[in-house]
């Protein structure tokens, strides 16, 4: 069943221009990972900019991108609006203040 699926989608690729390089190269990726996406080079060295490390997948690097505009949790904003509050009422130190007392 599964090698008839990768027979009709090695034909479809073909008959679409594909080289056979690249379908199987695909099919190997299909076969070893979650999926493959279809990125320019531009992206990928965007992308590969991001990394910390040469090991940190991309797939990290984009969770990460996504997390930045992903919604706050309703805990996230309470905490953000306490701390806002602590603010305008003074509560708080200046690094300066925090530096004098540690004695850097």
């Given at each position: 069943?599964?090698?008839?699926?990768?027979?009709?989608?090695?034909?479809?690729?073909?008959?679409?221009?594909?080289?056979?390089?690249?379908?199987?190269?695909?099919?190997?990726?299909?076969?070893?990972?979650?999926?493959?996406?279809?990125?320019?080079?531009?992206?990928?060295?965007?992308?590969?900019?991001?990394?910390?490390?040469?090991?940190e997948s991309y797939?990290?690097v984009i969770w990460?991108?996504?997390?930045?505009?992903?919604?706050?949790?309703?805990?996230?904003?309470?905490?953000?609006?306490?701390?806002?509050?602590?603010?305008?009422?003074?509560?708080?130190?200046?690094?300066?203040?925090?530096?004098?007392?540690?004695?850097?």
């Amino acid at each position: 069943m599964f090698l008839s699926f990768q027979v009709r989608i090695f034909a479809r690729l073909f008959s679409q221009g594909f080289n056979t390089k690249n379908i199987i190269n695909y099919m190997v990726t299909m076969y070893h990972a979650n999926t493959t996406i279809a990125i320019s080079e531009r992206l990928r060295a965007t992308l590969a900019k991001r990394k910390f490390s040469d090991k940190e997948s991309y797939e990290s690097v984009i969770w990460d991108l996504i997390e930045d505009t992903m919604e706050l949790s309703e805990e996230t904003k309470r905490e953000l609006e306490e701390s806002r509050e602590e603010i305008r009422k003074g509560h708080f130190k200046t690094l300066a203040q925090v530096r004098k007392e540690l004695g850097d």
